[in-house]
């Protein structure tokens, strides 16, 4: 299934605005950055676990262990700092 | 009744919008309104500018929903969001938030409670410029925390 990855902020500076992907069915957004931290040193670095990463899906704020739908679209964000 | 959310890069004037929130509605008793700035410095360094990006789409359905959140906390009778975006410059406003009650003591507990929630669940970045370059602004774990007041958990500061 394609699934639209974008990122915001310092990720983005480092990763692009936007990239897509294919994943096997079932498979979870925590599966999606594995993926992804294996795809370039870039990734790598910018998504390892560690590092304050934040996930949502569907514009909607979710933890790794969401199931992905064909055609979602997932975001990877640093923490926020509105206001 | 006006819209309650307004992301965008225009600046607010805090006294139409509190006679605009006023204006529709005759059983609002108490006006509560905080406003935030961009502070001339930040750990100790000059800030000349601040960027603000946020996630179009995302963060108006966040702000949305958090404003239905103090509807059922609260015995409120409205509340709006403003939130800019973009590049702002030490004193500019960035943020309203105001709420209108019958009896202020609703008002002046949801207004912070928005303001709490907007600080830590919202896709708001912002990135400061000082002499030494531009940087991201790192979340606060103080702001979890002051989220927990409410009895909500927040992880956001990591």
């Known amino acids: 299934m394609k699934i639209q990855i974008r990122y915001f902020a310092s990720l983005r500076e480092v990763l692009g605005a936007q990239e897509w992907l294919d994943m096997p069915s079932g498979s979870t957004l925590g599966d999606l950055r594995d993926v992804l931290i294996g795809s370039s040193a870039r990734h790598a670095e910018a998504l390892a676990r560690g590092q304050a990463v934040r996930c949502a899906l569907a514009q909607r704020m979710c933890d790794e262990g969401t199931v992905l739908v064909d ?13 | ?16 919008e509190v006679a605009t929130l006023r204006a529709v509605d005759a059983g609002v008793g108490a006006v509560v309104v905080f406003v935030g700035t961009v502070r001339d410095h930040s750990s100790g360094q000059n800030v000349s500018r601040m960027e603000l990006e946020h996630y179009p789409g995302m963060t108006e359905t966040a702000i949305e929903a958090m404003i239905d959140a103090a509807h059922r906390r609260f015995d409120i009778r409205a509340a709006r969001v403003v939130h800019r975006i973009g590049v702002l410059e030490p004193a500019d406003q960035i943020v309203l938030v105001a709420v209108t009650s019958a009896h202020r003591g609703q008002a002046f ?4 409670f928005l303001m709490d929630y907007l600080k830590t669940q919202a896709p708001f970045w912002k990135k400061e410029s000082t002499a030494e370059g531009s940087r991201w602004v790192d ?20």
């Open chain 2, 109 to 112: 507990q949801a207004c912070e």
């Open chain 2, 1 to 16: 009744m006006g819209e309650r959310v307004s992301v965008r890069h225009a600046d607010f004037d805090l006294s139409a």
């Open chain 1, 71 to 83: 055609g979602a679209e997932v975001a990877f964000f640093p923490p926020v700092t509105g206001g």
């Open chain 2, 139 to 158: 979340a606060r774990s103080s702001d979890d925390a002051a989220l927990q007041r409410w009895g909500l958990s927040s992880g956001n500061a990591g």
